[in-house]
């Protein structure tokens, strides 16, 4: 028989304490009891038929009523005469719904958290109300998120380490562990003057409040040797922080990026250029630098979606950008050492010109072949010296071809 038994109504209330609703009212007052729930008892033949069975049931709902009310209704069977059943199921507080499910504890623990945060950071209550379990799943270390949301109130953009705080049991590493809890309390109590949205996530969090961060870095290498950076004739492989990158503004005439380290260290040296290792979406390290704005700049990524993606990034700090290498005679020249893109980029990429977006088509229908991918370390490097006098001419400088 599919009648409602004790467990049932264990599992209804621990849906709701599974949802947060249950604490939650702790909170808010919002408790909705006396809460009814579901009852599923037998109907009048399964009365007539299976009496004895009924009876069991009627025992079992009412041996499991220390937690919830029953509510009865007499009933006058013909065969069986006045007989009383459960006619409703009540939970009639919070209490009894913690007791139901054996919470009655953690009801406990969460009631302490929430006087403490209506003691010190009341601004909270409102995402205890929200949030109520992951309060819970925090509670050995509320107390210490609460004192450093409290030290950043009272210190805003304060322009510090993280490794700076000093408050008890708090160190850089715990901040680092909960950023994205300290983000969301943090939007919740500091003013918002002192909160720069145009950062986010765990990598933004420090300068989203004012914090000092690792400084973002450029490696890059000059290709020239005759504008040598450092006093030496060795090669100029350099890396600067981004602030010490945008106040270069090199006498040179032509960037080159591309993703690929050894790429990178190997690319032949050009007159009047550079090369920059890219690593990557995200362009933040060099957007900074206004004089790029006024040189040519060559991308070189791997021929797949994700690298003509990342070409579309690119253009979006600096427009002029042109593609190196990432073109249909190269790709089919280097057939031989084609590779599969697991997890294609396919998308709307307004920034490529219209030979590129052919291509980045013809890749995302696999007209040329399943996930086709050609890594920009595999295009064979005479093939890219060629392509460079081709197109620079006298300023490639004698590379070592073997």
């Known amino acids: 028989m599919k009648w409602t038994i004790p467990a049932d109504l264990k599992t209804q209330v621990k849906r709701l304490w599974d949802r947060g609703l249950l604490l939650s009212a702790l909170v808010s007052g919002e408790a909705g009891f006396p809460r009814r729930l579901q009852l599923k008892g037998p109907n009048s033949r399964e009365l007539s038929d299976s009496f004895a069975e009924v009876r069991g049931w009627i025992a079992r709902l009412s041996a ?4 919830y009310r029953i509510e009865w209704r007499r009933i006058n069977h ?3 005469g006045n007989n009383d059943i459960p006619a409703a199921i009540w939970v009639d507080t919070l209490d009894d719904a913690f ?5 009655m504890h953690s009801a406990g623990q969460f009631r302490t958290l929430v006087a403490l945060t209506s003691e010190q950071q009341p601004e909270l209550l409102p995402w205890l109300v929200k949030r109520p379990l992951k309060v819970l799943e925090l509670e050995s270390v509320w107390p210490q998120l609460l004192n450093v949301v409290d ?9 510090i380490y993280l490794r700076q705080i000093d408050l008890p049991g708090v160190h850089s590493k715990f901040i680092e562990a909960h950023r994205g809890i300290l983000t ?6 500091v003013p918002e003057d002192a909160i720069d949205a145009r950062f986010s996530g765990s990598g933004g969090f420090c300068r989203r409040y004012g914090f000092l961060d690792k400084p973002v870095r450029v490696r890059f290498r ?10 030496t004739r060795s090669d100029q492989d350099l890396v600067v922080t981004q602030t010490a990158f945008a106040d270069l503004d090199l006498p040179i005439s032509t960037v080159f990026i591309t993703e690929n380290e050894i790429n990178f260290l190997a690319f032949p040296q050009v007159a009047g250029s550079m090369v920059i290792f890219g690593g990557g979406y995200g362009f933040a390290n060099l957007a900074a630098a206004s004089w790029l704005q006024r040189k040519h700049i060559h991308y070189w990524g791997d021929i797949d979606t994700h690298g003509f993606a990342i070409l579309h990034q690119l253009r979006g700090h600096f427009p002029h950008a042109e593609s190196l290498l990432m073109d249909r005679s190269t790709l089919m020249a280097h057939q031989r050492v084609w590779g599969t893109e697991t997890q294609p980029k396919i998308t709307n990429l307004t920034r490529l010109n219209q030979v590129e ?7 995302c229908n696999n007209s040329l072949g399943s996930s086709v991918r050609l890594e920009q370390e595999r295009i064979g490097y005479q093939w890219l010296v060629e392509r460079l006098s081709q197109r620079f001419g006298h300023r490639l400088i004698s590379p070592m071809i073997t």
Request: proline content about 14%; charged content about 25%; glycine content about 10%.
């Open 151 to 159: 030290w950043l109130r009272k210190n805003p953009r304060p322009g």
């Open 99 to 103: 007791e139901l499910i054996g919470k």
């Open 222 to 231: 000059l290709l020239d040797p005759n504008i040598p950076l450092l006093p």
């Open 184 to 189: 969301e309390l943090f939007d919740l109590v």
């Open 78 to 80: 013909p065969v069986l």
């Open 64 to 67: 499991g009523s220390g937690n």
């Open 357 to 363: 977006n052919c291509l980045y088509r013809e890749l």
